[in-house]
């Protein structure tokens, strides 16, 4: 769950810090006080691309900061990244026109890492959420997300790119027949490669050779240099001699240190015997030079010539050799890719339609479950169905579904989108929300004004589904229902002022009596001693419910 978000210089909102609460909780307030802009932050917290457009006019960049509790899913994926953790998990975003920042924990992260951190833990249901699940595509996806049967989805998608792949080949070999010139060109071209007899790492070992043997030439001189100064006529082994020599004196200190100087001298030509094999050991052959040079020279003219790297010479040959060997044996190969495409569209046939099954199991499961979910809601007709229809062969299978619903007493079922108002799907969107959340486990769930053409009865009910989710998952609620408000756990005004030129977004916690205050007002407009009551009824009523 989310403990705390910190938001600063984000659309409206100057700087908030605000404490959540496990359970539910409520934010309520005007139209355009900022309560969407809050959601909007969580939404970014958890992965959602954002750029400078959320910075407050006047401001460079905007901070974001949200703290999660850990539970064993959040561990493993954080460990699955090498980000380090302790109890708690920080989610902090830069935004601004140059760069965005994403950090967790302090180690910096990319959006994508983000993003697979709350895969499937955090749902946001925002006014556009309706569209969403009109979609077919869409809701095959829900089907998937909520189906055992990621196994068979796998093997169906494998089958469906090896077959892509080898329908290409197929295609290209059949519409490819070459001329005898083509074929006596590719032959030539193999034949030159062959000969050149090319090894992966050559060009990088010669290059380093040849690096080397100017440096050993330096070396080398070097090495001369200093041989030739010991060595020489006058040098310093002449030098050393004369010194010994002369002092060959009777004088027992003398003569002292002129055997300990006699020493060193044997010892310094000792030395330069083994600079002298040192020398010796660094001499490298002008013919090796000058091969090495050659060979070099062919490699780099094979690589202008073909236009490819040493990398791509290799692959190249191989696929000289294929073209060759399928112009030879065009036809057999030919047959033996019929044979094999059908192979593969067996195999692909039994893998899709065991997909199929199992995503009818799953939609049947699905279909109990959302009924049952709508049950309060004030839908007392409402029967949900999924119908499936083949169509083409894609890498997800080829079943095309369609979310069915019936409302009316003695009406037909219809596709979801055509059936409902505003306020029925609404509550049939809170009802899969429902079942969504049960079987997939979410962490925390985001209702932006789910509750939108929904009143009397029907607003309680909303109330009460929603109290009923947020047993085991922390649930944020932006809502203008009074209904619904009274579920809250904790319940949050959010207001706006003008302060100098600009407009700010705030935000406080409210006490029991201000929260039957602000109930009195959302559900009559004002705060007569009727309303007041009313507004007391309410939460008397919901605090019984939970």
Same mark, same amino acid.
């Given at each position: 769950?989310?403990? #705390?978000?910190?938001?600063?210089?984000?659309?409206?909102?100057?700087?908030?810090?605000?404490? @959540?609460?496990?359970?539910?909780?409520?934010?309520?307030?005007?139209?355009?006080?900022?309560?969407?802009?809050?959601?909007?932050?969580?939404?970014?917290?958890?992965? $959602?691309?954002?750029?400078?457009?959320?910075?407050?006019?006047?401001?460079? =960049? *905007?901070?974001?900061? *949200?703290?999660?509790? @850990?539970?064993?899913?959040?561990?493993?994926?954080?460990?699955?990244?090498?980000?380090?953790?302790?109890?708690?998990?920080?989610?902090?975003?830069?935004?601004?026109?140059? $760069?965005?920042?994403?950090?967790?924990?302090? &180690?910096?992260?990319?959006?994508?890492?983000?993003?697979?951190?709350?895969?499937?833990?955090?749902?946001?249901?925002?006014? !556009?959420?309706?569209?969403?699940?009109?979609?077919?595509?869409? &809701?095959?996806?829900?089907?998937?997300?909520?189906?055992?049967?990621?196994?068979?989805?796998?093997?169906?998608?494998?089958?469906?790119?090896?077959?892509?792949?080898?329908?290409?080949?197929?295609?290209?070999?059949?519409?490819?027949?070459?001329?005898?010139?083509?074929?006596?060109?590719?032959?030539? +071209?193999? !034949?030159?490669?062959?000969?050149?007899?090319?090894?992966?790492?050559?060009?990088?070992?010669?290059?380093?050779?040849?690096?080397?043997?100017?440096?050993?030439?330096?070396?080398?001189?070097?090495?001369?240099?200093?041989?030739?100064?010991?060595?020489?006529?006058?040098?310093?082994?002449?030098? @050393?001699?004369?010194?010994?020599?002369? @002092?060959?004196?009777?004088?027992?200190?003398?003569?002292?240190?002129?055997?300990?100087?006699?020493?060193?001298?044997?010892?310094?030509?000792?030395?330069?015997?083994?600079?002298?094999?040192?020398?010796?050991?660094?001499?490298?052959?002008?013919?090796?030079?000058?091969?090495?040079?050659?060979? %070099?020279?062919?490699?780099?003219?094979?690589?202008?010539?073909?236009?490819?790297?040493?990398?791509?010479?290799?692959?190249?040959?191989?696929?000289?050799?294929?073209?060759?060997?399928?112009?030879?044996?065009?036809? =057999?190969?030919?047959?033996?890719?019929?044979?094999? /495409?059908?192979?593969?569209?067996?195999?692909?046939?039994?893998?899709? +339609?065991?997909?199929?099954?199992?995503?009818?199991?799953?939609?049947?499961?699905?279909?109990?479950?959302?009924?049952?979910?709508?049950?309060?809601?004030?839908?007392?007709?409402?029967?949900?169905?999924?119908?499936?229809?083949?169509?083409?062969?894609?890498?997800?299978?080829?079943?095309?579904?369609?979310?069915?619903?019936?409302?009316?007493?003695?009406?037909?079922?219809?596709?979801?989108?055509? #059936?409902?108002?505003?306020?029925?799907?609404?509550?049939?969107?809170?009802?899969?929300?429902?079942?969504?959340?049960?079987?997939? +486990?979410?962490?925390?769930?985001?209702?932006?004004? /789910?509750?939108?053409?929904?009143?009397?009865?029907?607003?309680? *009910?909303?109330?009460?589904?929603?109290?009923?989710?947020?047993?085991?998952?922390?649930? %944020?609620?932006?809502?203008?229902?009074?209904?619904?408000?009274?579920?809250?756990?904790?319940?949050?005004?959010?207001?706006?002022?003008?302060?100098?030129?600009?407009?700010?977004?705030?935000?406080?916690?409210?006490?029991?009596?201000?929260?039957?205050?602000?109930?009195?007002?959302?559900?009559?407009? #004002?705060? #007569?001693?009727? *309303?007041?009551?009313?507004?007391?009824?309410?939460?008397?009523?919901?605090?019984?419910?939970?």
């Amino acid at each position: 769950m989310i403990k #705390s978000i910190y938001i600063k210089n984000f659309v409206i909102i100057d700087e908030l810090r605000l404490e @959540l609460n496990k359970g539910l909780n409520i934010f309520i307030g005007e139209t355009g006080a900022g309560k969407s802009i809050i959601m909007n932050a969580i939404d970014l917290l958890s992965g $959602k691309r954002g750029d400078s457009a959320f910075i407050q006019k006047g401001k460079d =960049k *905007a901070i974001l900061e *949200a703290t999660f509790s @850990l539970d064993d899913v959040y561990r493993d994926r954080l460990a699955s990244f090498d980000i380090d953790y302790d109890d708690e998990m920080i989610v902090y975003r830069l935004l601004s026109e140059s $760069k965005n920042i994403i950090r967790i924990n302090n &180690q910096t992260v990319t959006l994508n890492i983000l993003k697979a951190i709350f895969e499937d833990r955090v749902d946001i249901h925002s006014q !556009n959420d309706s569209q969403y699940l009109f979609k077919n595509k869409n &809701q095959l996806a829900i089907i998937d997300r909520i189906g055992d049967h990621d196994e068979v989805l796998n093997k169906v998608q494998e089958l469906y790119e090896e077959r892509k792949a080898l329908f290409k080949r197929y295609d290209e070999l059949k519409k490819r027949e070459e001329s005898p010139e083509d074929i006596e060109y590719y032959e030539y +071209q193999l !034949n030159e490669l062959k000969n050149a007899d090319l090894k992966l790492e050559e060009e990088e070992e010669l290059e380093r050779f040849l690096k080397n043997y100017h440096n050993i030439e330096k070396f080398s001189q070097k090495l001369n240099d200093c041989i030739d100064r010991y060595t020489r006529e006058g040098g310093v082994s002449d030098g @050393l001699y004369m010194i010994i020599k002369n @002092l060959n004196e009777e004088d027992d200190k003398i003569q002292e240190i002129a055997e300990q100087i006699n020493d060193h001298y044997a010892s310094l030509d000792d030395k330069i015997e083994e600079l002298k094999g040192i020398l010796a050991s660094l001499d490298v052959s002008s013919e090796r030079i000058e091969s090495a040079n050659v060979r %070099l020279n062919e490699i780099r003219r094979l690589k202008r010539k073909y236009r490819r790297d040493l990398k791509e010479l290799l692959n190249y040959i191989d696929e000289l050799n294929l073209r060759i060997d399928e112009n030879l044996n065009r036809s =057999k190969l030919l047959k033996e890719m019929e044979e094999a /495409i059908q192979v593969l569209d067996a195999q692909y046939a039994k893998y899709a +339609q065991d997909l199929s099954n199992q995503r009818k199991e799953a939609a049947l499961r699905l279909c109990e479950e959302v009924v049952e979910a709508t049950k309060g809601l004030e839908l007392k007709y409402f029967d949900f169905a999924i119908n499936f229809n083949k169509c083409k062969d894609t890498a997800l299978g080829n079943d095309d579904v369609s979310f069915m619903i019936c409302i009316n007493k003695g009406q037909d079922m219809s596709p979801l989108n055509k #059936s409902a108002s505003g306020g029925e799907m609404s509550r049939i969107l809170l009802a899969l929300k429902t079942v969504l959340n049960k079987l997939m +486990q979410l962490d925390l769930v985001v209702f932006d004004e /789910i509750d939108t053409g929904v009143s009397g009865k029907a607003a309680l *009910a909303v109330g009460e589904k929603m109290a009923k989710i947020a047993c085991d998952t922390q649930v %944020l609620v932006i809502t203008h229902l009074a209904q619904v408000a009274a579920f809250g756990d904790v319940v949050y005004f959010v207001y706006k002022e003008d302060e100098g030129e600009n407009t700010k977004s705030h935000i406080r916690e409210l006490n029991d009596e201000a929260i039957i205050e602000e109930l009195a007002l959302m559900a009559t407009g #004002s705060k #007569s001693l009727n *309303a007041l009551n009313m507004a007391k009824d309410l939460i008397n009523e919901a605090r019984s419910y939970k």
